[in-house]
């Protein structure tokens, strides 16, 4: 029981020349998802800046198309008055003045349509101040 016969030792040679193989394979393979991952992070690394401005009463543009899992980020400048950039859904609050620029990163995890308006009291176009960032699948 304990000797194995030539028969079974060649097998056994041939199993283990296949799991060398198999596992050398395997390296190699890990080897070339990694190059292909540094590929993706280094795409994903690059962040989209939208640039976006805040003026009596309107956000120019008021509608922001993006992708899901995309890096994007809005730099919002100040026209005229005092607004800000609030989503809930997204949970933004970024206040703006006139002549300042504020830059801020917008999580796109989830895919669908959220709505952002200013939430600072700015004079009778205030409740007009509303916009959509687009998520898209
Ligand atoms: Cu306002």
Aim: aromatic fraction near 6%; charge should be neutral.
């Amino acid at each position: 029981m304990m000797h194995a016969s030539k028969f079974d030792r060649k097998i056994i040679t041939g199993l283990l020349l296949l799991s060398v193989l198999i596992s050398a394979g395997c390296v190699a393979k890990e080897t070339n998802s990694s190059v292909s991952g540094d590929k993706t992070t280094s795409a994903i690394s690059e962040k989209r800046t939208i640039a976006m401005s805040a003026d009596t009463w309107v956000f120019t543009p008021n509608v922001v198309r993006v992708k899901k899992g995309e890096q994007v980020q809005i730099e919002l400048t100040g026209v005229r008055g005092k607004h800000s950039f609030t989503s809930t859904d997204l949970a933004l609050n970024v206040p703006v003045e006139a002549g300042q620029t504020v830059t801020f990163d917008v999580p796109t995890d989830k895919a669908g349509t959220f709505e952002f308006r200013c939430r600072v009291p700015c004079g009778p176009g205030h409740q007009d101040m509303v916009g959509q960032v687009v998520i898209e699948e």
